[in-house]
């Protein structure tokens, strides 16, 4: 009897958790197939090395609005596979998860390596096999079975095929899919940094303020969160989520636009001026530049104070009024220009994809072609930084592997 053959396309975390999630029987074999000489690259660097697996937020419909794109279909992967069944899926195979104070989580040994070996070990024990240096460049449906044909000039046969690719940073990358009949939604980047050209405020490179707030001008994009100044610009997750919910908006603006901070979170202009009277009133005999009423960084106080010419020997009770102005406005809406964008670490994540409308989200098998099914970011669904786009990646990766074995 001839053997089923399951192609995956891409060893990511889609593709990985699909082939570890497909049942091994004697009359199927799963071959996962990788462009590159590594599988599961992202999930190694995520989180700076101890991968974000996903988000403590366990009510669906709160959990959908950490998407900038895609809300609609998730309403139906998430509710099948949300961060329970995730922390459910890895516990049962002796993986913890801890959370942290922002929701994220983490495995507790603050070890990415903890969650491929386990992926990888459920993959080895339903005997799947991985091919590596598989770069795919045509996909074919013929006599009802897949043709797929590899730069290398080798072709392969397929019964069912899921694509787990990823993301392409450009539209042309996605040709082979649409020459199966497939839309795709432009893509562009998501979860990136801004770059400040120049400015004088990179040489602070290092310094976060805990509690920020990111306004695009121009957008209803305001995000509150940790702000990291970087040697190239602004960076840390106000800035990735800001950068996510705006990322057509600011890729049809050429990445050249204006962006105000409040490097004082929520506090607004109002509350900020009582704060100065009743600090000229009660300590204005103190230096101005040795006493930082706002808990901020030192280095980023002084290079404030600097920017609004107040200098070092200026008590509270002596600023001038005109000063004084310019510190709250550098204060709560300190406002720069942003010319470029810098990719966020490895965690190249994109916007856009294969069409959802063209995709049956509770099965994740293609509308147009049968025993196609798409996976992770290939589609065009994006989450904001957190651990959302793993839990696209687990979600879409099982649900396929469901459909696929049962079909």
């Known amino acids: 009897m001839k053997k089923e053959r399951i192609a995956i396309i891409g060893a990511g975390a889609a593709g990985c958790f699909a082939a570890a999630n497909i049942p091994h029987t004697a009359n199927r074999e799963v071959v996962v197939l990788e462009k590159t000489g590594k599988a599961l690259q992202k999930v190694k660097v995520s989180g700076g090395g101890r991968c974000n697996t996903t988000h403590h937020l366990f009510d669906i419909p709160e959990l959908i609005e950490r998407y900038p ?3 609609q279909f998730l309403r139906k992967t998430l509710y099948e596979f949300g961060p329970q069944q995730t922390i459910d899926w890895f516990e049962k195979r002796r993986v913890q998860l801890k959370t942290e104070a922002d929701g994220r989580m983490f495995p507790d040994t603050d070890n990415s390596e903890t969650i491929i070996d386990c992926i990888w070990q459920e993959m080895m024990k339903q005997k799947v096999q991985v091919q590596y ?44 899919l649409q020459q199966l009949g497939h839309s ?25 303020v805990p509690n920020g707030v990111v306004k695009i001008n121009g957008t209803k994009i305001i995000e509150p969160g940790p702000i990291l100044i970087t040697h190239w610009g ?33 506090l607004q202009e109002q509350e900020l001026k009582e704060i100065i009277v009743q600090l000229r009133r009660e300590q204005g005999k103190q230096f101005i530049a040795q006493k930082n009423p706002f808990e901020l960084p030192r280095r980023l106080w002084e290079f404030l104070l600097k920017t609004c010419s107040i200098a070092g020997d200026i008590r509270w009770g002596d600023l001038p009024s ?20 810098t990719t966020f670490k490895e965690e190249f994540v994109t916007c856009g994809g294969v069409v959802l409308s063209e995709i049956n989200p509770k099965t994740l098998e293609s509308k147009i072609v049968s025993g196609l099914y798409f996976a992770g970011e290939v589609l065009d669904v994006d989450g904001i930084t957190g651990g959302f786009n793993f839990q696209h990646a687990w979600a ?3 649900l396929a592997a469901k459909a696929i074995a049962n079909s």
């Open 69 to 71: 794109r895609g809300k």
């Open 184 to 208: 795709i939604q432009l893509p562009v980047p998501s979860l990136f940094t801004f770059n400040l050209r120049n400015h004088p405020i990179t040489e602070l490179m290092g310094v976060s």
């Open 133 to 176: 240096h598989k770069s795919v460049v045509k996909l074919a449906k013929v006599d009802g079975a897949f043709e797929i044909h590899f730069a290398d000039g080798i072709m392969q046969n397929a019964d069912k095929v899921l694509v787990a690719c990823g993301g392409f940073p450009k539209e042309e990358q996605y040709k082979w």
């Open 322 to 341: 005109l000063q004084q102005n310019k510190l709250v406005e550098h204060l709560i809406r300190n406002t720069f220009h942003v010319a470029g964008k």
């Open 396 to 398: 879409s990766g099982y």
């Open 234 to 266: 602004l960076s840390g997750p106000a800035i990735l989520r800001a950068s996510a919910w705006g990322a057509r908006e600011l890729h049809e603006r050429n990445y050249d636009f204006q962006v105000q901070i409040n490097w004082l979170g929520t």
